[in-house]
């Protein structure tokens, strides 16, 4: 089995900084993307960001500029640097994965638990 162990979030002020990481463990060959996404306070979940093994990024452009999304492959670990916090960031923000197993083996897309982040006006 594999799991997605969130950490980091919590309570940020308006205009300042938090960071989240996410490592992952278990029955593991190699990772793709992995990437964070959040879920607003009725709203569906949306994507913040994502990395790809080689380095490649992508963001929403509502954190383009303010956040920044970088990994570990040594430690299958993804960090994501969220600075200059609005209170409409404030969310519950998921890790995801797409991990293979075994060699030669299927991809699944595994997901974090979900850790707060609220932002203060």
């Known amino acids: 089995q594999v799991q997605l162990v969130e950490s980091g979030g919590g309570l940020g002020q308006n205009g300042g900084s938090l960071s989240l990481s996410c490592a992952a463990s278990?029955?593991?060959?190699?990772?793709?993307?992995m990437g964070w996404y959040r879920q607003p306070p009725g709203k569906q979940r949306e994507l913040v960001a994502t990395?790809?093994?080689?380095?490649?990024?992508n963001y929403a452009d509502s954190v383009k500029g303010r956040f920044t999304i970088s990994r570990d492959n040594a430690k299958n670990t993804v960090y994501l640097q969220m600075n200059s916090l609005k209170p409409e960031d404030t969310a519950v923000y998921y890790c995801?994965?797409?991990?293979?197993?075994?060699?030669?083996?299927?991809?699944?897309?595994?997901w974090g638990q979900g850790t707060q982040v609220t932002v203060s006006s």
């Open positions: 995801n994965a797409e991990i293979r197993r075994v060699r030669f083996g299927a991809w699944y897309s595994d």
């Open positions: 278990g029955t593991i060959f190699n990772i793709a993307t």
């Open positions: 990395i790809t093994s080689g380095g490649s990024t």
